[in-house]
Nanobody, 125 residues
Framework: QVQLVESGGGLVQAGGSLRLSCVASGRAFSRYSMGWFRQAPGKEREFVAHITWSGGLTNYADSVKGRFTISRDNAKNTVYLQMNSLKPEDTAVYYC??????????????????WGQGTQVTVSS
């Protein structure tokens, strides 16, 4: 069992930055691939970024590539999402997720086993 708690959301002006954190408790955090997803009102949850258990491979949605960076610190059981050059369309609830055997389906919410409660990010124009 893994519990995930996100933090770091808030209100920021367009062009600004935020760093989200997701702290995991439970066993074997370093064995899990981690993902960030987001969900805006009236829309489906969408993939944002993914990082493998070692941190050696990352993947990003095209909409955030070059602006967002995912990283992890296994010693601290924490995964981060650094968000720069934020746009109003980035406004959403952001969720972190953990998955053990996700293979190449890192973009699909269905392959992740555990989810945090979410943190709101609002970008004003």
């Amino acid at each position: 069992q893994v519990q995930l708690v996100e933090s770091g959301g808030g209100l920021v002006q367009a062009g600004g930055s935020l760093r989200l954190s997701c702290v995991a408790s439970g066993r074997a955090f370093s064995r899990y691939s981690m993902g960030w997803f987001r969900q805006a009102p009236g829309k489906e949850r969408e993939f944002v970024a993914h990082i493998t258990w070692s941190g050696g491979l990352t993947n990003y949605a095209d909409s955030v590539k070059g602006r967002f960076t995912i990283s992890r610190d296994n010693a601290k059981n924490t995964v981060y999402l650094q968000m720069n050059s934020l746009k109003p369309e980035d406004t959403a609830v952001y969720y972190c997720a953990a998955g053990m055997n996700i293979g190449t389906y890192w973009y699909s919410p269905r392959v992740y086993d555990y989810w945090g409660q979410g943190t709101q990010v609002t970008v004003s124009s």
